[in-house]
């Protein structure tokens, strides 16, 4: 990455950058804070400067940034973070947590996003801009897991052809979109057509719910494939994906 | 090698260590024994695949940052473009980064996938499509942090190599600056 690149970030990425610096922060500055034999004592930086990108320099909200360059030089007793009065290394526990917090609030606002009827739903661009596979993965698991569950016979190759399904399924239909010409990101495809697999994961398996829900599904994702193909080709995008729902829409009500 | 000369330096950080080893192995062990002892394809899928997306997570958010100082993520930027970002830490702070920590990583990163390499190899000759599935999707996984991490090791380099030309040209132009105004 050069150092003229200056695209300004979207503002939730940058929190969850915010958060990542932090977390970078404390794991450094505990450093000098606490008995690490094995690490040579690190002065403690005020900041982290990670060189290739200008997130450091301007496009993060100041609040956020005055702690750590603030601080005057190598002692910086006042900045160094929680974990100064503990004798052990650093725990991450921690940050992990906290990361594992913002992937799930960014599962739950991607599928809030994507499948809930919302103002965002004119501009699909914006929508999954911060495109995840945790969910969509969740998703096809679970389906694979209630379609396997209920099978009577062949438990094992009832789960394997729903995954593989799904998944190829995402793909290729993220392939046919990009080979008509359209404009679309690959992953951030494949993550809207597995949120769009939630509302056949979570109605009940009887024949007027699944057509209700696959048609849900359908209509979810509608404004983002559009969007993304010129006019004369949108029902060339459609058609597959609408013929993906329904196929998995028999494969639960036969199964 | 490290560990003769250098008896002082341990593993910085074991715990983060720990668990960068910890999913890899369980996923690769829960599979190869589930094999021989469960007969449930469902679970084992399952709770593989779970075990290998669990350490990629582990991988690319924990170990990555505290073990060797890399990340790298996906950005789709206000024009609707992808943009893939690879960073590092600066010089200073990798140089200081320790040793066995860093080898641990990449050594577990690169012969996870060759195991998983090697039992995608055998689920080809027996034919079990299944479990080629399962194994195909924990490959995925290693190889995508593996991609990863080496353009943000590569991108490292880069920088190097910027800041010593940078370096050196602002050295020469201080000198030839100072030069001047002696004269």
Known sequence: MSHSDTIPLHPSSQSDIDEIENLINASVQSGPATVLPARPPSPPRASIPISSSPFIASNLPPPTYQKPPTAPGPTTPAVIPVSDSRPSP?????????????????????????????????DPGKALRDWDLWGPF?????????????????????????????????????????????????????SLLGYCLFPLDVGPLSLIVVTITLVWSSWAAYPFMSAAVGPRRKALALYPVFLMYVSVGFLIIAI | MDRLQAPEENYANPKTCFFHVLFKAAALAFYILSALFVDNFVIIFVLTVFLAALDFWVVKNVSGRILVGLRWWNEINDQGES???????????????????????????????????????????????????????????????????????????????????????SRVSSTIQSAFSVV
């Not at chain 1, 947590?97 to 919302?118: C, E, G, Q, Y």
């Not at chain 2, 380099?157 to 030309?165: C, E, L, R, S």
């Open chain 1, 90 to 122: 650093p725990d991450p526990l921690d940050s992990v947590w906290d990361t594992v917090k913002r992937d799930l609030s960014r599962i739950v606002s991607n599928l809030k996003l994507v499948v809930f009827p919302n103002p965002n739903r004119e």
């Open chain 1, 138 to 190: 969740f998703f096809i698991i679970f389906l694979g897991l209630t379609l396997s569950w209920s099978a009577s016979v062949k438990k094992s190759e009832v789960f394997a052809v729903a995954f593989a399904v799904l998944a190829a399924g995402a793909i290729i239909l993220t392939l046919n979109v990009l080979l008509l010409g359209g404009h679309i990101i690959f992953f951030q495809s494949l």
């Open chain 2, 83 to 169: 943009i893939w970002k690879f960073e590092c830490l600066d010089q200073e702070s990798l140089s200081r980064m320790n040793k066995k920590d860093s080898w641990l990583f990449w050594w577990t990163l690169y012969l996870t996938a060759a195991a998983w390499i090697l039992l995608a190899i055998f689920s080809l000759i027996r034919f079990q499509a299944d479990y080629l599935l399962v194994v195909g999707v924990c490959l995925t996984l290693s190889i995508a942090n593996i991609i990863g991490f080496t353009k943000c090791r590569k991108d490292a380099k880069k920088q190097i190599q910027q800041f010593a030309q940078q370096t050196i040209a």
